[in-house]
C-alpha cells in the first residue's frame, strides 16, 4: 500500500518524494507518478504496485501509462487469466473505457514489440525475440473465434524467410517462405498437416 512522505527539496535543487499527483481544475485526479503508484479515489483501477506514471480521463480510467508495464484491462476486466508472458517496461495505450488497445515495450523475456489488441484482446504484434532469433509480426483471430488462436505468422528466424497461414483451429493450412538455401516453397495443407498441394514444385525440377 502507498505511504506518503514528505516531500523535501534537497541542497542541490532536487525535488524527492514516493509520488505526485496532479489534479485538474475540478480537483480530479489526472496524472499520477510514483513508485509505486500513488493511491487516489478518481482511478477506476485499484492495482497501484507499479513504477509508471499513469494520465487518466475525466471518469477516472487509465488512458496512457509509461513505465513498468501493468497487466492489461480486456472488456473492462484486470483479469490474472490474461496476465502478460513477462515483465517488462514501455509505453501502453488505453481506449475510452480503460481497456488496452496497444503499445511499446522491452519484456524481461527478451521481447521487444509494438503492438495493436482489440479491446477484447489481442490483433497485431512486430516483435524480436532475443531467445529464438525471430523477428515479425503476429495477427490472431478475434476472441470471438478463439482464444488468442495466430491466423498469420510472417517474419525470419535464422536464414529462413516465411509466412505461415493457420486456420481457427490453430492448423498451419498455408506456408509461404524461403529456406536456408534459398529455396522457395508455397503449399496448401490439409487439415492434418499434410501437403496437398505443392505449387512451385513443378518449377523446382
Given at each position: ?13 532536487v ?9 485538474d ?72 473505457k ?59 528466424q ?48
Amino acid at each position: 500500500m502507498f505511504r506518503p512522505s514528505p516531500v523535501v527539496q534537497a541542497s542541490d535543487g532536487v525535488l524527492r518524494g514516493r509520488g505526485l499527483v496532479i489534479t485538474d481544475e475540478a480537483g480530479r485526479a489526472r496524472v499520477l507518478v510514483g513508485a509505486p503508484l500513488p493511491d487516489t479515489k478518481d482511478r477506476k483501477r485499484r492495482d497501484n504496485a507499479y513504477e509508471a506514471m499513469v494520465f487518466l480521463d475525466e471518469q477516472g480510467h487509465d488512458r496512457i501509462s509509461l513505465g513498468q508495464e501493468m497487466p492489461a484491462q480486456i472488456n473492462g476486466v484486470v483479469s490474472s487469466e490474461h496476465h502478460r508472458i513477462a515483465p517488462g517496461y514501455g509505453f501502453v495505450i488505453d481506449d475510452q473505457k480503460g481497456n488496452e488497445r496497444g503499445g511499446l515495450g522491452f519484456l524481461n523475456n527478451g521481447r521487444a514489440l509494438i503492438s495493436l489488441d482489440r479491446p477484447n484482446g489481442d490483433s497485431w504484434t512486430a516483435l524480436v525475440d532475443d531467445k529464438i532469433g525471430f523477428a515479425g509480426t503476429v495477427s490472431t483471430y478475434d476472441r470471438s473465434f478463439g482464444e488468442n488462436v495466430t491466423g498469420v505468422l510472417s517474419g525470419t528466424q535464422g536464414k529462413r524467410a516465411f509466412v505461415d497461414v493457420k486456420d481457427l483451429h490453430d492448423r498451419p493450412r498455408a506456408e509461404l517462405g524461403v529456406d536456408a538455401n534459398g529455396k522457395p516453397a508455397l503449399r496448401v495443407l490439409d487439415e492434418n498437416g499434410k501437403v496437398e498441394q505443392d505449387l512451385l514444385a513443378s518449377t523446382q525440377r
